[in-house]
């Protein structure tokens, strides 16, 4: 067990500001993935998400110049 406790061991005084930067923002992602996860596979909004599933194809039909959503 002590040499686990060794591999994981952090020098917390020896990192730099570019270190706490990306260990904040990696921490921050992760948090955000952690939520976009529980919205999305939560089934009180799968009505609404559901609703929104073709806004991508939306854009392309707009610039093809179809308003029936054909292609």
Known sequence: MN???????????????NDWIGLTI???VFLL???????VFRPKNRDRLESKKH????????L???????T
Request: hydrophobic share 40%.
């Open 3 to 17: 040499s686990l406790a060794e591999y994981f061991h952090t020098d917390w005084e020896a990192m730099t500001v």
């Open 33 to 39: 993935m952690i939520v976009a996860y529980f919205q």
């Open 55 to 62: 806004i991508p194809f939306e854009e392309d039909n707009e």
């Open 64 to 70: 093809n110049g179809d308003s029936n959503g054909r």
């Open 26 to 28: 990696t921490v921050v």
